[in-house]
């Protein structure tokens, strides 16, 4: 029998590098830039998409190139995201 | 024996999912279409230790619970409430081990849906290469399912994951997420399932002391660069093409040849007849011309199937999104756009892969205007009439054709997103997997399910379509002309060479006569009205309707119009032309006058003459409204074209 793996409450994420700007958009960013999401604009089908490829609050990620379409790289993996989905994605970047 | 075990696959989108599938199902594999709607279905058989498996791969991708119509019809089909299509006893889930936490987000949500899951742990070759260990045994108890590690590409435990299939009979143990787990309550779905997801991969997965591949990262830099990129891709595909056009003719020469011996060996051994005449014409015809174009779309596939199994065509889609999105198109658009230079109907077969049923539409209805391989044929026959002895030129007015057909399509896409068909482009969400060598073998398999769609669908309504032809062409009958009558009693009087061009002159003047006096002769006086404005009389007309079987079936049709005979035609094009460019009216004007060249050939750039296309269009949009809507349009644009650009070139003092 597998213990409950998710727990009911969400405990809030805490950042594992401190953060050193403030908040901005991720079209914002530059080329090689980290970031932390820490809000994401209404959810388009295409935002559920990326969202289900693990773009969540909290979740850390880097500006492989800028531009539009930019390229992220999210868990790992190499992801184009175009620029109108990427002002909506605010976020806090870390060193 | 037990029945047959139905096996749904399901996985991220570049989780080896398809090389899978091909690995246990090799040919014995069909596409189809899920009914009543666009999504393509491929299902397949292969054989466990004691029954038969049947094994359907769904389309890829992220999130079960997305709204699109692909996610919602893979539901269906494993909650089994697909119509005709019963419910599975198991799926196969492919997991990425390199993308371990995206992958368990899928998983999880197959595990919810009930059924015995197998987990398929791919790609594992390339963990061991950077230094990733997975402890597989951990992770099958926190998922509470068997999770096979597998390498797809080398099938490499493949059989362990035969014997797995073979004795999964008991659901997944229960998992907090199937039980506890309510998507509304929380103010993120995705967040809590990651939470899982997350914690799972990061005790059962270490990343090791091994260097990750760096190839991937110095070759985007290049090809994903906004300008370099672009031009990249362009060099791809012309290379694409030039390999086609390269390769493709010696199998073309080969079946066509094959055809016309065919026909020539029933023409000695058959009685001359309407039966003769229906099979060398109607049905070997018709079968050679649509044949003929298989090699180039055999070629085109295989390269293309290449060309995505390295990752490179989500590049493609990457740089040419911010272009196409000018046009409202997504990036992705621009594949089907170029394989449409080979042959209009496997290209609107593969705008399957956008995702919105608008783009696709629009994408499905400017892709005829793109010139297919058929159209060659009659531009070659129309420059050569043009440029009688100018290769330059000639040139030219092959390029001003290819031209015209793509902007015109870039054109009316744009002007449908803004009028019948408005609506923001989805922005681009894409993968771009990690580059990695194709496998012929996916490239194989994917070319002979296109070719075998192609003459499958094309073939039968080509078929049909040429063998209606043939019965206009024929019918009525009617009596020979007194002249040739004539000439083949002076024919029998004379021996040997003299006689036989007697004869041949004879056969001429019949078979003109008899195609001005059946259907479609009358037809093309019919429409003769219509068409002069054009610069086009009703032997031009016959040549036209003669098109809607198969657009190159113009070239023929006019040189036996004009009194020239078909053979001269596949013989030697060069007397066809010269015959063309002295063929006169009844008032002794020249009926081939530049004018009249150019209108026909902007006519055949735009027009709509191919039935296949619209009967595949009709498949894809399941609808007739569609594929009759891309007759009319295309059929306007194509006269109004031709009219202004006679009457132009007229005003201008060019005859």
């Known amino acids: 029998m597998i213990a409950a793996i998710v727990p009911e409450q969400m405990p809030p994420r805490e950042p594992l590098v401190k953060p050193v700007n403030n908040r901005e958009y991720l079209h914002e960013l530059p080329s090689g830039a980290r970031a932390v999401v820490q809000h994401i604009d209404e959810a388009h089908d295409s935002m559920r998409r990326l969202m289900a490829m693990g773009l969540c609050v909290g979740r850390e990620i880097e500006v492989v190139r800028q531009g539009n379409p930019l390229i992220l790289r999210l868990l790992g993996a190499r992801i184009g995201v175009s620029g109108r989905l990427a002002r909506r994605i605010s976020v806090e970047r870390v060193s | ?655």
């Open chain 2, 1 to 655: 024996m037990h029945g047959v075990y139905r096996l749904v696959l399901a996985g991220n989108p570049n989780s080896g999912k398809t090389t899978l599938f091909n690995a246990l199902t090799g040919l014995r594999a069909q596409t189809a279409n899920y009914p009543g709607t666009t999504v393509e279905r491929r299902v397949g058989h292969f054989d466990l230790p004691d029954k038969e498996a049947e094994i359907i791969d769904l389309p890829g991708f992220y999130d079960l619970k997305a709204l699109s119509e692909e996610e919602r019809v893979a539901v269906d089909v494993i909650a089994g409430r697909s119509p005709n299509i019963s419910k599975p006893d198991a799926a196969i889930v492919v997991a990425d081990v390199m993308n371990l936490s995206r992958s368990l987000f899928l998983v999880s949500q197959v595990i919810e849906m009930k059924l015995p899951v197998v987990v398929a742990l791919n790609m594992m070759d390339i963990a061991e290469a950077e230094g990733v260990r997975v402890d597989t045994a951990k992770l099958a108890s926190e998922i509470g399912c068997p999770v096979v590690p597998i390498v797809a590409r080398t099938g490499r435990g493949i059989g362990e994951l035969r014997a797995v299939l073979q004795d999964l009979k008991a659901l997944p143990a229960p998992m907090s997420p199937a039980k506890g787990l309510c998507d509304a309550c929380n103010d993120c779905p995705f967040r809590t399932r990651y939470a899982w997801t997350d914690s799972v991969t990061r005790c059962c997965l270490e990343r090791g002391c091994g260097i990750a591949n760096p190839w991937t990262e110095k070759i985007d830099k290049v090809l994903t660069h906004p300008v370099i990129g672009i031009f990249a891709f362009f060099g791809v595909m012309l290379g694409v093409f030039f390999l086609i056009f390269r390769i493709a003719h010696i199998p073309m020469d080969l079946i066509d040849a094959l055809f016309s011996g065919l026909g020539a060996h029933i023409e000695q051994h058959m009685p001359p007849g309407d039966l003769r005449s229906l099979l060398v014409k109607g049905v070997i015809g018709g079968m050679g011309g649509m044949l003929v174009f298989l090699p180039q779309i055999c070629i085109l596939f295989f390269c293309l199937s290449l060309l995505e199994d390295t990752g490179y065509l989500a590049r493609a889609a990457f740089v040419m999104d911010r272009l196409m999105r000018c046009v409202g198109l997504p990036g992705k658009a621009f594949v089907p756009l170029l394989s449409a230079h080979a042959c209009a109907i496997p290209a609107i077969m593969s705008t399957r892969v956008i995702e919105d049923k608008r783009d696709r539409l629009v994408s499905i209805l400017v892709l005829p205007l793109v010139s297919c391989s058929a159209r060659i044929p009659v531009y070659s026959m129309l420059a050569a009439l043009l440029f009688a002895h100018d290769a330059g030129k000639a040139a030219l007015v092959f390029a001003g054709a290819y031209a015209l057909g793509l902007i015109t399509a870039v054109i009316a896409a744009w002007i449908l997103k803004h009028t019948i068909l408005k609506g923001e482009t989805h922005p681009l969400v894409l993968e771009l997997p990690s580059y990695k060598l194709p496998s012929l073998r996916t490239a194989f398999l994917t070319m002979m399910d296109r070719a075998w769609v192609f003459m499958y669908k094309a073939g039968t309504v080509i078929l049909l379509i040429s063998i209606g032809l043939w019965v206009l062409a024929t019918y009525p009958k009617s009596a020979p002309p007194a002249e040739a009558i004539a000439m083949q009693e002076l024919a029998s009087t004379r021996t040997g060479d003299a006689a036989r061009d007697l004869q041949d002159q004879a056969e001429r003047l019949i078979n003109h006569s008899a195609l001005e006096n059946s259907a479609a002769g009358r037809i093309g006086h019919w429409i003769e009205p219509a068409i002069r404005p054009l610069g086009f009389d009703w032997q031009i007309g016959i040549g036209i309707i003669s098109s809607f079987a198969a657009r190159e079936a113009v070239v023929s049709t006019l040189a036996v119009v004009y009194g020239v005979g078909e053979d001269a035609a596949e013989k030697n094009p060069e007397s066809l032309y010269d015959s063309l460019r002295h063929a006169q009216r009844s008032d002794g004007s020249k009926v081939f006058t530049s004018a009249t060249c150019v209108s026909l050939l902007v006519f055949y750039v735009l027009a709509m003459q191919c039935l296949a296309t619209q009967v595949v269009t009709r498949r894809e949009t399941n609808s007739l409204r569609w594929p009759i809507f891309q007759l009319i349009y295309m059929t306007v644009l194509a006269y109004t074209a031709s009219l202004l650009v006679f009457q132009g070139l007229r005003a201008l003092g060019v005859s």
